[in-house]
Each structure stands twice: as structure tokens, then as C-alpha cells.
């Protein structure tokens, strides 16, 4: 029997090539056969698209044209961020050469979860982890030694993205506050926040009115006594807001409060000198959540949570001799299993660094001052259009708005028909009780011209 080529070992980069053109000209054709951003018909026609691709999930005899046949159906089935009228989620294109770095990950394979599988990478992840850290914990922290001479220094670990940044956040105040803490969050706190409480066994969470879509921090003086972790957010999911940070974290420096922000979507900010200011008071949270597959523009999955006194992680530690052996510890060699809940994990890190190392604080800072410009325009187009409603500028990169007059069900409906006609992907939100539609900008080369179609597609396809 012949065996299949591997994608690592001396013969792997032959291996790959021939592989790389197929996957490329697949990628092509797939991208025209859709010919837009969205591939057209709705559920039932994809679906029957894939099917008719995939053909017997396990035959006898294998097929050596299913790359080319599978990644084609996929790219034509797929959500292209990279195309201007893809707007809906948080759902960045991803840059070329962090895909390139993706693709070697993939190749040589490393599993973080002991060093003998990840010698250089485990290396890699333990600077830069550390350094992101230090750009989070940025100011002195209210409350807190200066960080840069306490002996307790700010880390970070790498995480699948915000949902498991926030379960570790929430596991972490556990062990450090005992399993009575209670979640105190606002409406307008992702889902994974409560989920993780309810999956650590924690008391119900306290939920505080945002009738603005920001936490008062005054609502905070009616919460019952007890030991509780204050989540605030810095960049809600729905419009992009960001909590009045500076004044949360005094309530909560006052009265020795745990905090927690998730700025899965705002952390990106942190690149700019034009932004980074509307994250002032983030550096006095004990953790926080960042996504790097958001303003950051990395293949999903780049994830991170950091927190300002690296102790805190002591609580994640764990033994399995066949992987941090006591011995093995003594005599030098890395323990990686504290570094997170999950075991096997792919060397994510690698196209953050390439990333980090390529681009510079100055190209990042481009990009997010681009895409935050970029839902400036768009929010004044909609604004001067009398066919159109604003609901607020925006704080971020996300614009909420609607044709004016229309009923929510109008609203819903303009968006599931540009979704089923593949003309154009928006999200949806609810605010000030009423239906928006929501464009999250984070493609860097959308471009004037591309807001003015979008909003000129959008009035094409309301109802008279």
C-alpha cells in the first residue's frame, strides 16, 4: 500500500507544493463561482451544493480530486470577510501572511502541551504571551504597585477566543475568591459570561441595567453584600460601546473588588495612539479577555487572556507525569500544562508573532484607525440620508442603523433577503427597543465607494 505524502519531515515542503497550487485554484474558482460575499439561494441550496460535492462521506476507494472538489464546494459556500458587503459579525478577513504562518503551524504540528512537543513554539508563546501582557497592563493600575517593578508581573495565556477568555477569567476569581463569588454584568455583556457561571457552578449572576447600552457604575452601589467579580465590557457585541472603564474601576478599587473586562473586541484599540485612550482604566482589571481574530486580523483561533498578577495562574496548575513529571520539572524542562484547560493545542502564537513582527505596532495601528475612519463615514452617510436612521456614532468600527419608517419585521426581512440573494451580509441588534441592522467594519480596504453601495443596496431593497 502506498503511503499518503506527509506534510512535515524532509520531504514535506515537496509534498506540499503541488497541494498549495490545488488548494489555491481552488480557493479561486470557488471565490467566482460565488461571486460575491455571500453564496446565494439560502440554507437549502448550499446544503445541496456541499452534498452533491462531498458525495459518500466514507467510500471504498478514496478520490485523489477531493481536495480540489471539497475546497471549492467550501469556497463557494463560504462568507468572504474580505469582501466589502460581508459586514455582519465580528468576523475579520485574516492577513495573508498570518494564514501563511497558520499554514506552517499546521504543518510542523506542535502540542503545547509539554515541551518535548513544542520546543521552540512553547519558547515563543511564553514571550509573546508575556509582552501582550505588558501592552495591556499599559498604566498604573488603580489601586495596584506600578507593574513594572512588582514581583508579580502581568501574563497572558493563549485561548480559543472570547468565550474560553472568559470562562478562565471567571475560574480564576473562583479560586482566588471562593466558590460564593457572584458575577455582577451588564445587559450588554456577551452570553459567555453567564454561561461560564452557570458551567462553574457559581451563584446566579446579578445582571445590571444598561438603558444606554453602558454599565452605570451607580447601579453598582444596590449590589447585595458578598464576594463578587465586576465584568464591564470594552466593545460590546451588538453596537461596540465600551463601558466608562475609569469609573468602574474605582468602585471597584475602593471596595476591593475582582474585576474583569472583556474587551475581546475593543483590546484591538490598544495598537492605536489615535484610540487607545477609550481604554483607559483597562489596566486595572485583574483579567482580561482579548481577540486578536477580531482587530488584530488572524485566522480564527487567536485568543487571549491576560491577567495583571501572573500568580493567579498557579491556580491552573496541574500534574500528569507523562507530561510535567516532577523530575522532569526540577531539572529544567518548561512546564506547559498550567497554560491552559485544554491539552493538545496548536501553536496559535506563531501567527500572532509573525503578525506582531511584520507589521509593527505603526501597520496595526493603520488598520485600526482605517476600519474605526471607515465606520465614521458610514455612520455620517447614513445620517445625511433622510431614507435612513442612525442609532448612535460609533465607538469602535459597528454602526447601527435602519430605514426610516420601517416596522422590525421590515427590518428582519431587507436582511434575510440580501442573505438569501448573497448580495450582502449585515448583522442585526436590538436597541432602545427597536430592530437595527449592523455593519461591523473590519476589512481595511473597504473604500469610500464600498459604504455608498452598501447603503444604496440596503434602500433598493426596502420596501416602498
Not at 440 to 463: K, M, Q, S, Y
Request: charged content about 20%.
Amino acid at each position: 500500500m502506498h503511503t499518503p505524502p506527509l506534510a512535515s519531515g524532509p520531504e514535506g515542503p515537496s509534498s506540499l507544493r503541488p497541494l498549495l497550487d490545488t488548494v489555491l485554484e481552488a480557493l479561486g474558482e470557488g471565490a467566482r463561482a460565488r461571486g460575491g460575499p455571500l453564496p446565494t439561494g439560502g440554507p437549502e441550496a448550499v446544503a445541496a451544493r456541499v452534498r452533491d460535492a462531498l458525495g459518500t462521506v466514507l467510500p471504498d476507494e478514496g478520490d485523489p480530486e477531493a481536495l480540489r472538489h471539497l475546497l471549492r464546494a467550501v469556497a463557494e459556500g463560504s462568507a468572504d470577510p474580505a469582501n466589502p458587503f460581508c459586514a455582519a459579525h465580528l468576523h475579520c478577513p485574516p492577513l495573508a501572511v498570518a494564514a501563511a504562518a497558520d499554514l506552517a503551524a499546521s504543518a510542523l504540528n506542535p502540542s503545547l502541551d509539554s515541551w518535548d512537543q513544542a520546543p521552540a513554539a512553547s519558547e515563543l508563546e511564553s514571550l509573546v504571551t508575556r509582552r501582550l501582557a505588558e501592552e495591556v497592563y499599559f498604566e498604573t493600575p488603580r489601586g495596584a504597585g506600578n507593574c513594572a517593578t512588582s514581583p508579580h508581573r502581568p501574563d497572558a495565556l493563549i485561548t480559543t477566543g472570547g468565550t474560553e477568555s472568559n470562562q478562565l477569567a471567571l475560574l480564576l476569581a473562583r479560586e482566588t475568591h471562593g466558590p460564593g463569588v457572584r458575577l455582577v454584568c451588564g445587559e450588554n455583556a456577551h452570553h459567555s459570561l453567564p454561561r461560564a457561571a452557570w458551567l462553574l457552578g457559581l451563584p446566579e449572576p446579578v445582571t445590571v441595567p444598561t438603558p444606554h447600552g453602558t454599565l452605570d457604575p451607580a447601579a453598582l452601589d444596590t449590589l447585595p453584600p458578598g464576594p463578587l467579580l465586576i465584568a464591564a465590557t470594552a466593545g460590546t457585541t451588538d453596537a461596540g460601546l465600551i463601558d466608562p472603564l475609569p469609573e468602574i474601576a474605582d468602585w471597584c478599587a475602593q471596595r476591593g473588588t475582582r474585576l474583569h473586562i472583556d474587551a475581546a473586541y475593543g483590546g484591538g484599540l490598544l495598537f492605536s495612539a489615535r484610540h487607545r485612550a477609550k481604554l483607559t482604566g483597562l489596566s486595572a482589571a485583574h483579567t482580561v479577555t482579548l481577540d486578536l481574530h477580531k482587530l488584530g486580523w488572524q485566522p480564527v483561533a487567536a485568543g487571549l487572556l491576560a491577567v495583571r498578577d501572573g500568580q493567579d495562574l498557579t491556580a491552573l496548575n496541574q500534574r500528569a507525569d507523562y507530561l510535567n513529571a516532577d523530575d522532569d520539572t526540577e531539572a529544567g524542562l518548561p512546564d506547559l500544562l498550567g497554560r491552559s484547560l485544554r491539552t493538545t493545542r496548536r501553536p496559535d502564537v506563531l501567527k500572532i508573532a509573525v503578525t506582531l513582527r511584520t507589521l509593527g505596532r505603526t501597520g496595526l495601528a493603520a488598520l485600526v484607525d482605517q476600519v474605526c475612519e471607515r465606520a465614521q463615514e458610514f455612520a455620517q452617510l447614513v445620517h445625511d440620508h433622510p431614507g435612513f436612521e442612525l442609532h448612535e456614532p460609533p465607538t469602535i468600527s459597528t454602526v447601527l442603523f435602519r430605514p426610516a419608517s420601517a416596522t422590525d419585521d421590515a427590518v428582519a426581512a431587507v436582511r434575510r433577503k440580501l442573505l438569501t440573494d448573497g448580495r450582502a451580509v449585515l448583522g442585526r441588534a436590538r436597541a432602545a427597543n427597536r430592530l437595527w441592522l449592523k455593519v461591523t467594519l473590519l476589512n481595511p480596504t473597504t473604500r469610500p465607494a464600498d459604504l455608498a453601495g452598501l447603503l444604496n443596496l440596503v434602500e433598493g431593497t426596502t420596501p416602498r
